[in-house]
């Protein structure tokens, strides 16, 4: 049996659980799309004049009302013009965290949409104490602050493959401290349970941590293949 990816993640206020299958074969995902593009990175492309040389990859939120996209901003404060043909029949009214990869039209056009890629919003819970939370090695590309402060960005890869028995891998952000001195710092861990998963290949996962959950200094600490990191994020 496949085995099963579990993260843990909020929209709207309400916990969603979103499944990865290990096989490859089928992203299953509450509150996504289908996912078009599998990497953060184009390797497969030529330099120059080529059809995806002005392509661009930006984080985004994108606002839905009644299933049809009505504002689409980057991370870097731009509002994008939205393509007629871009919706989300599945959603009523709700925003949505996307990689967008796109092409930019002249001063006033909408972009044209060549894929997209979920991003997982999650929060920081409370955890009594350091039994139960798993810090399992990942592999942490990179960590950052979005340019418009609005949120903690992280992309990550995970070690999956086939089983012959159902195996659930759960990612979280646990919170170990808070402070309040000055304009507050918090520590965080991000952690990983491997669940029995086989370690075949790497899947990438993309999460971002609203900033308004979080103090002007943030250390995050990961456990990686490498050895345990840490970074410290100012806003």
């Known amino acids: 049996m ?8 909020r929209r ?27 990497s953060c990175n184009y ?4 330099t120059g004049d080529g059809e995806l040389s002005y392509m661009r990859a930006d984080y985004a939120d994108i606002v839905v009302e009644q299933g049809r996209v009505v504002s689409i901003l980057t991370d870097d404060n731009v509002n994008l013009t939205v393509p007629e043909s871009f919706t ?5 009214d709700t925003m949505l965290r996307r990689l967008l990869y796109y092409k930019q039209g002249g001063s006033g056009e909408a972009i044209q949409l060549v894929g997209q890629k979920n991003v997982n919003v999650i ?12 810090t399992d090695p990942l592999t942490l590309t990179a960590v950052w602050m979005s340019a418009n402060n609005h949120y903690l960005n992280m992309q990550v890869g995970i070690k ?14 646990r919170c170990d401290s808070v402070s309040t001195y000055g304009s507050g710092a918090m520590w965080l861990t991000l952690c990983h349970d491997q669940g029995n998963m086989p370690q075949y290949y790497t899947r990438e996962l993309l999460f971002s941590v609203p900033a308004s959950l979080l103090p002007d200094t943030v250390n995050l600490k990961v456990n990686t ?11």
């Open 88 to 92: 989300y029949s599945e959603k009523k």
């Open 123 to 134: 929060i920081p819970l409370m955890w009594k104490g350091q039994e139960g939370a798993p």
């Open 2 to 9: 496949s085995g099963i990816l579990k993260t843990y993640i």
């Open 43 to 46: 390797t497969d492309y030529e």
């Open 12 to 38: 709207s206020g309400t916990f969603l659980s979103s499944l990865l299958r290990g096989d490859g074969r089928k992203w299953s995902v509450a509150c996504s799309v289908l996912l078009l593009l599998a």
């Open 160 to 173: 999956v493959g086939s089983s012959e028995t159902e195996a659930v891998q759960s990612i979280m952000l």
């Open 225 to 235: 293949y490498s050895g345990v990191t840490t970074h410290k994020l100012i806003r």
